[in-house]
């Protein structure tokens, strides 16, 4: 029978900025620790002994966690992990406490807004070459099999992630990856509608024409037209 793995302790903190380094410190240990969804973190005067901080400070990482929606603290229990912490990434998991799925669709596509407007103008400026055959690639086979199909779903967000690739800035990425993980169960084929936003289907050549002519004003203006239909979907559908 092979040895029982060591586990993995939590490594003490240096004594100056403490507070500021409590919660990068357990999330390494979380990582480390492999710990998923449902396990039951150290106990608080675990943490306080092994951290070399206060209970206040202990507290105050975890009601962070807590609003992040990542851990839940149950009375007489302990504190639970709810979602899976990467000590490699720099973001968190998102949650959102929506009233319906309506609510939570047109809340998160007014985020998606901002991000993807920037995220199709700075593509605009820093396409490179290589850039530019890469997303044509996509948007040529997310035509192909729209019109095969009818939809491209697969296809159109590969289309996105190839813009996202030319503004070399990795968080564009990385933000729209954890948003569609987040809501990913109606971000696939939403309100059960495989046809969700096929109106938008002609603006992507004509976004992918502005970022080649580096006009970032209109990778702006189609990035918009894509979104706004896909904001009148969501409100048809949801009656």
């Not at 851990?71 to 949650?95: D, F, Q, V």
Request: charged fraction near 30%; aromatic fraction near 6%.
């Amino acid at each position: 029978m092979p040895p029982t793995a060591a586990r993995p302790t939590i490594a003490p903190l240096p004594p100056l900025d403490r507070a500021s380094q409590v919660l990068d410190s357990l999330v390494t240990y979380i990582d480390g620790a492999a710990l998923a969804p449902g396990d039951r973190l150290p106990a608080e005067r675990e943490l306080m002994a092994a951290l070399g901080v206060g209970r206040s400070t202990v507290r105050e990482v975890i009601r962070h966690f807590q609003a992040l929606g990542v851990m839940e603290t149950r009375k007489g229990s302990g504190t639970y992990l709810l979602k899976p912490i990467n000590a490699a990434t720099i973001h968190m998991p998102l949650s959102l406490d929506a009233a319906s799925l309506r609510d939570a669709l047109l809340q998160t596509l007014e985020v998606r807004r901002g991000i993807e407007c920037e995220a199709c103008m700075v593509a605009a400026r820093r396409r490179t070459a290589e850039d530019i055959a890469i997303i044509e690639a996509k948007l040529d086979e997310m035509e192909r099999v729209h019109h095969l199909k009818g939809t491209a779903g697969e296809e159109d967000l590969a289309f996105h992630l190839a813009i996202y690739d030319a503004t070399h800035n990795p968080l564009f990425r990385q933000l729209l990856e954890q948003m569609r993980e987040a809501f990913e169960r109606f971000w696939d084929k939403p309100f059960d509608r495989p046809d969700f936003a096929r109106r938008s289907f002609p603006f992507h050549r004509r976004l992918f024409n502005a970022i080649v002519a580096q006009d970032t004003e209109a990778a702006r203006l189609e990035t918009l037209k894509i979104l706004d239909i896909v904001e009148e979907d969501i409100k048809d559908m949801a009656g």
